[in-house]
T-cell receptor
């Protein structure tokens, strides 16, 4: 079945450590996105990529980094520079056609202690 | 800046009744697409309905319909014959090119038996 897989579902890290969240899609979508979800704030865009080896900062990119070496994969690294990393992270993908929706993974809940 | 506003943080509806969730957006673009997503307690984002801005006819999907007022930049979601399974967070989203989706802050819908 086609879809987007995020792993792991739950992640715990100590403060000051970098952590990488995985996102893989087999939908052959060109565009991929990372969103952060906090209570009462909806989905905020961290980074997005339109094509392999290219990505753009979203609204809250500070303290995060990404790579897009393969069309199927768009991992997100939460660095120690991110001041409040505990959140729910959602990965999404879409085609390049404007009338198509974003397809989402199941999300990763990151807790930094 | 493009913004999407959902002014109702939480709403309640009696089972089998009808409820309307509000969404407004701000853009200078004329050709764009609007979406409503549902996020149940599992936190998986599910597309409910989409609307193309150049179409005057309001979109419908079974019990879900929209009231799209382009001049007022309003895109409300009507749920008819509400069911317990409709209880979820609902997010309004907007897209005008293939780069980004902009999301509102969400409305939590409670369905009372």
């Amino acid at each position: 079945d086609g879809g987007i897989t995020q792993s792991p579902k739950y992640l715990f890290r100590k403060e000051g450590q970098n952590v990488t969240l995985s996102c893989e899609q087999n939908l052959n979508h060109d565009a991929m996105y990372w969103y952060r979800q906090d209570p009462g704030q909806g989905l905020r865009l961290i980074y997005y990529s339109q094509i392999v080896n290219d990505f753009q900062k979203g609204d809250i990119a500070e303290g995060y980094s990404v790579s897009r070496e393969k069309k199927e994969s768009f991992p997100l690294t939460v660095t120690s520079a991110q001041k409040n990393p505990t959140a729910f992270y959602l990965c999404a993908s879409s085609t390049s056609f404007r009338n198509t929706e974003a397809f989402f993974g199941q999300g990763t809940r990151l807790t930094v202690v | 800046a493009q913004t999407v506003t959902q002014s109702q943080p939480e709403m309640s509806v009696q089972e089998a009744e009808t409820v309307t969730l509000s969404c407004t957006y701000d853009t200078s673009e004329s050709d764009y697409y609007l979406f409503w997503y549902k996020q149940p307690p599992s936190r998986q984002m599910i597309l409910v309905i989409r609307q193309e801005a150049y179409k005057q006819q309001n979109a419908t999907e079974n019990r879900f319909s929209v009231n799209f007022q382009k001049a007022a930049k309003s895109f409300s979601l009507k749920i008819s014959d509400s069911q317990l399974g409709d209880a979820a967070m609902y997010f309004c989203a907007w897209r005008y090119n293939f780069n980004k989706f902009y999301f509102g802050s969400g409305t939590k819908l409670n369905v009372k038996p």
